[in-house]
């Protein structure tokens, strides 16, 4: 049996005119109320969310940009790993380095 598809997508201009009319079923002054540890626990608390694990092989990453040029050196073994990865290895060097801030970030601010 076929799962139905249940995700819909909108473009940030959407949202904001659809939240202006308020045709937004979202309580934006209470989500951006609470906390860290509030949200953590919503999260947890959600049946939807039960046993999730994160597939890193289907995940993307929103480069930002633009990109400054870098030379430095690394581990061969690390520069082989993801030249094997093929076309686009230094972007996904990137987007490792790239989440890696942000979880520290996210950290040193809780």
Do not use: C
């Not at 045709?23 to 860290?36: F, G, L, V």
């Not at 929103?62 to 073994?77: F, G, S, T, W």
């Not at 790993?81 to 380095?97: E, M």
């Amino acid at each position: 049996m076929a799962r139905k598809e249940r995700i819909v997508k909108y473009t940030d201009k959407e949202l904001r005119a659809m939240q202006e009319h308020g045709e937004s079923k979202s309580n934006w002054a209470q989500a951006a109320a609470m906390t860290d540890e509030e949200i953590e626990a919503a999260i947890a608390s959600d049946p939807d969310e039960a046993g999730m694990v994160v597939n890193w092989s289907k995940t993307s990453v929103e480069l930002p940009q633009p990109k400054a040029i870098l030379n430095m050196r690394v581990d061969y073994d690390v520069l082989k790993f993801f030249r094997n990865q093929g076309k686009g290895y230094q972007t996904k060097i990137n987007a490792v380095l790239r989440s890696y801030v942000d979880q520290r970030m996210h950290h040193d601010r809780g």
